[in-house]
């Protein structure tokens, strides 16, 4: 068990049959009374995002997640299909639950967190390099301030990118936001 004063963003606990993650914490105190604890968290077995409120002195059962090295096969309407390496075994993931499921590319090696033999999560570095495959050529002389366009990249993502970028070159996108952070 752990205090509900100790959650931080990261950390994960079950709650009946449902499995959260922290996304933001928060510690209010107002007057005489007790504190309450406000947390974002998101739900890793449904996807949802969600807040919760307790009060302080509460106490929440915390769980451990393990991590695991999969290489991305492909993923359908419902799931997605990683293979561990090592063992050559398969794992169906169902894609609501996968947060930057956007920025999975065939044969790339991810992180997936599992709790017991569940697969739970995604874990994505913070930049990834991918391939521009389709963009309209940058005219000349259109670039007297920030002018981005749209761009398709290798996985089927779109993205805005300068103009000075062509089909063919790599670029690293933020995976955060999404958004295009330099050539690679």
Request: hydrophobic share 35%; charged share 30%; net charge positive.
């Amino acid at each position: 068990m752990i205090s509900v004063n100790d959650l931080r963003a990261g950390i994960t606990f079950e709650e009946g049959e449902n499995i959260f993650k922290v996304l933001s914490f928060e510690h209010i105190k107002m007057g005489r009374g007790s504190a309450n604890i406000k947390v974002k968290v998101k739900n890793l077995r449904s996807g949802a995002t969600t807040e919760k409120g307790y009060t302080n002195g509460a106490f929440v059962k915390d769980i451990e997640l393990q991590k695991k090295e999969f290489q991305f096969l492909y993923k359908e309407e419902q799931s997605a299909y990683f293979m561990d390496p090592v063992t050559f075994e398969q794992k169906q993931v169902p894609l609501k639950t996968l947060t930057g499921k956007k920025f999975l590319k065939e044969g790339e090696v991810v992180s997936l967190e599992f709790y017991q033999d569940e697969a739970l999560d995604l874990i994505l570095p913070p930049k990834i390099t991918l391939k521009v495959v389709d963009t309209t050529p940058g005219v000349k002389g259109n670039s007297a301030s920030n002018v981005y366009k749209d761009a398709q990249l290798e996985n089927g993502m779109n993205v805005r990118v300068p103009l000075f970028v062509n089909i063919g070159e790599k670029i690293v996108v933020d995976t955060r936001e999404g958004n295009y952070t330099k050539r690679a």
